[in-house]
């Protein structure tokens, strides 16, 4: 079971920018970051959980279309860690953002694979 933390929120402006990272840990022996995908997710008050992103075993990278051309998803397997780069954020993106994990097979990655394991999260407010 993998132990996911995340980090990097904050107060921004809008039309600010941020990234947050999620760093894995409690690999089993013999695997590393590229055997799983990794979402990132997020939750406004009284708001259900939103998808946003998914990065998949091989790379390929998929966005909710609230986020696409204004978040962009990374991985660094050397340290364990997956990005989220967010561009131009607006006040609608203030959230908690969680990432979670899910030990695929597949090549490609959806928004709607079966992640589990959610870090604690990372608020991020985007308030002038």
């Known amino acids: 079971q993998l132990q996911l933390v995340e980090s990097g929120g904050g107060l921004v402006q809008p039309g600010g920018s941020l990234r947050l990272s999620c760093e894995a840990s409690?690999?089993?022996?013999?695997?590393?970051?590229?055997?799983?995908?990794i979402g990132w997710f997020r939750q406004a008050p009284g708001k259900e959980r939103e998808g946003l992103s998914c990065?998949?075993?091989?790379?390929?990278?998929n966005y909710a279309g609230s986020v696409k051309g204004r978040f962009a998803i990374s991985r660094d397997v050397a340290k364990n860690t997956v990005y989220l780069q967010m561009n131009n954020l607006k006040p609608e993106d203030t959230a908690v953002y969680s990432c979670a994990y899910f030990r695929s097979t597949s090549w490609i990655c959806k928004m709607e694979d079966p992640f589990h394991s959610w870090g604690q999260g990372t608020q991020v407010t985007v308030s002038s």
């Open positions: 409690g690999f089993p022996s013999g695997y590393t970051l590229d055997y799983y995908e």
């Open positions: 990065i998949s075993t091989s790379g390929q990278t």
